[in-house]
T-cell receptor, first 113, second 117 residues
Framework: AQSVTQLDSHVSVSEGTPVLLRCNYS??????LFWYVQHPNKGLQLLLK??????LVKGINGFEAEFKKSETSFHLTKPSAHMSDAAEYFC???????????FGTGTRLQVFP | EAQVTQNPRYLITVTGKKLTVTCSQN?????MSWYRQDPGLGLRQIYY???????DKGDVPEGYKVSRKEKRNFPLILESPSPNQTSLYFC????????????????FGPGTRLTVL
């Protein structure tokens, strides 16, 4: 079965410091993986997605994620946090040969001045 | 502008009073889906539809109905709402061509916050 596990429910960083949000996946097939962001009282916005073209994926707002098959990980990073990055982030895997998405439980990112 | 719209955005109702949450997309997407979001659980799929007149259960379908009479619309129906259906609901859509690179992104509506008293 395919699944994702977000290793931290909350992450707190200071503005200007790096961000690391961790996600491990489980899949028998080459997975399609996504990171979505949800700002307070807003819908979900796609940050980036991995579809096997390149292991380092660049997304919007300076975020990127690296697909590591050996570690079954797809961690989200950003070199320098901004106050506007405070939100909830979801790691998502698409079930192979379906349109079904499986969401992680989310990581709430707090950014302190 | 390409978008998924939901109405209403906020709804407070009472147990047993039938309600419908509408979802509409203007991207000619075949695939549409409903999710509910609860704290600590992420998003869970309620129902999905691969095309007009084709619907199927997701992971948490109990207490919900859907219909897909037109490609653009996918309403969520709660025939007899109960307090455990208090949640944040999202509609999403995507092209049904999932193994073609770049077509499997799902676009989400703004959400409907439902409270059942």
């Amino acid at each position: 079965a395919q699944s994702v596990t977000q290793l931290d429910s909350h992450v707190s960083v200071s503005e200007g410091t790096p961000v690391l949000l961790r996600c491990n996946y489980s899949s028998s097939y080459s997975p399609s993986l996504f990171w979505y962001v949800q700002h307070p009282n807003k819908g979900l916005q796609l940050l980036l997605k991995y579809t096997s073209a390149a292991t380092l994926v660049k997304g919007i707002n300076g975020f990127e994620a690296e697909f590591k098959k050996s570690e079954t990980s797809f961690h989200l990073t950003k070199p320098s946090a901004h106050m506007s990055d405070a939100a909830e982030y979801f790691c998502v895997v698409r079930i192979y040969n379906t349109d079904k998405l499986i969401f992680g439980t989310g990581t709430r990112l707090q950014v302190f001045p | 502008e390409a978008q998924v719209t939901q109405n209403p955005r906020y709804l407070i109702t009472v147990t047993g009073k039938k309600l419908t949450v509408t979802c509409s997309q203007n991207m000619n997407h075949e695939y549409m889906s409903w999710y509910r979001q609860d704290p600590g659980l992420g998003l869970r799929q309620i129902y999905y539809s691969m095309n007009v007149e084709v619907t199927d259960k997701g992971d948490v379908p109990e207490g919900y109905k859907v219909s897909r009479k037109e490609k653009r619309n996918f309403p969520l129906i709660l025939e007899s709402p109960s307090p455990n259906q208090t949640s944040l609901y999202f509609c999403a859509s995507s092209l049904y061509a999932r193994e073609i690179a770049g077509t499997d992104t799902q676009y989400f509506g703004p959400g409907t916050r439902l409270t059942v008293l």
